[in-house]
């Protein structure tokens, strides 16, 4: 069940309806954003805080290092594999082929 009778329009009325909306949804979003910013940064200053203090990372990561190549593709040198996670096609193809993990060491 609709909240408009969309029969009391005429297809000309309708169509403006529809260009006029996204307009419309656009600035009531951001009068909402800047109405939540605001209680945001009050809430915020009410405990005593800054919003960088609040919004500030807590931690940083360590980086995660990549492991090195250490297994390359014979038919396709730019092809390799580091040995972790699943084996690319590559290398069960050639471990059917009967070539062993040592055979493709870089």
Excluded: C, H
Excluded at 74 to 88: D, F, I, L, Q, Y
Aim: hydrophobic residues 35%; aromatic residues 6%; proline residues 8%.
């Amino acid at each position: 069940m609709s909240i408009l009778d969309y029969d009391k329009f005429d297809r000309p009325e309708l169509l403006q309806i529809m260009k006029e909306i996204p307009i419309e949804l656009k600035k009531r979003d951001k009068t909402m954003r800047q109405d939540l910013r605001k209680r945001v940064q009050k809430m915020v200053e009410e405990a005593g805080y800054s919003i960088d203090e609040v919004l500030a990372p807590s931690k940083a990561k360590a980086p995660v290092s990549k492991a090195p190549p250490k297994y390359r593709d014979p038919a396709n040198s730019e092809s390799t594999w580091t040995g972790r996670g699943r084996k690319p096609l590559w290398v069960l193809a050639a471990l059917e082929e009967g070539k062993s993990l040592d055979d493709l060491l870089i």
